[in-house]
């Protein structure tokens, strides 16, 4: 089995390496720029082809932050939309479901959490639910299946 892996994998590159790859272009839009500060770390997650993109830490200046934007591919367009409510953070963990964005736990200098929030894209309003019943962390990961959301694993402590 490993042979055939093998061998078929050095077939896959060899022919690979024969054929051009067609040449892909960028194409920025006006107004398609991010329009907050520069981040990483920042929660995202999509609701009927509408992104969703806040919070995060912008190292040069030290700042955690807790706005929000929209991104519609269609329109080509960011927009502002209600901020997190929560204290701002990175690293929080995000998914969605039934129609909803939930973003929760996360980091802030030395200060880890634990609170969750819901996003009601139809309002555009936040709502505090339940409090995540592990200890405070950030980076952990989520996912959904059979409308239960599964949150899990990242740190409890500052490295």
Do not use: C
Request: hydrophobic letters at 35%; charged letters at 20%; a negative charge.
């Amino acid at each position: 089995m490993k042979t055939s892996f093998t061998l078929f994998f050095s077939i896959l590159v060899a022919l690979y390496g024969t054929f051009p790859l067609s040449a892909q272009t960028w194409v920025v839009k006006e107004g398609a720029d991010f329009p907050g500060e520069h981040r990483y770390d920042a929660a995202s997650f999509v609701i009927d082809n509408i992104a969703y993109v806040g919070t995060g830490y912008y190292s040069r200046t030290s700042t955690n932050y807790s706005d929000f934007y929209k991104y519609d591919p269609i329109e080509e367009r960011w927009t502002q939309i209600a901020d997190f409510p929560g204290e701002p953070r990175s690293a929080a963990v995000s998914f969605i479901l039934n129609g909803k964005g939930y973003v929760g736990l996360g980091v802030n200098g030395s200060k880890l959490y634990n609170d969750f929030y819901e996003y009601n894209p139809v309002t555009d309003t936040w709502l505090k639910i339940a409090d995540f019943p592990g200890e405070p962390r950030y980076a952990a990961v989520s996912f959904v299946i059979d409308n239960i959301a599964y949150v899990g694993g990242g740190r409890d402590r500052k490295l």
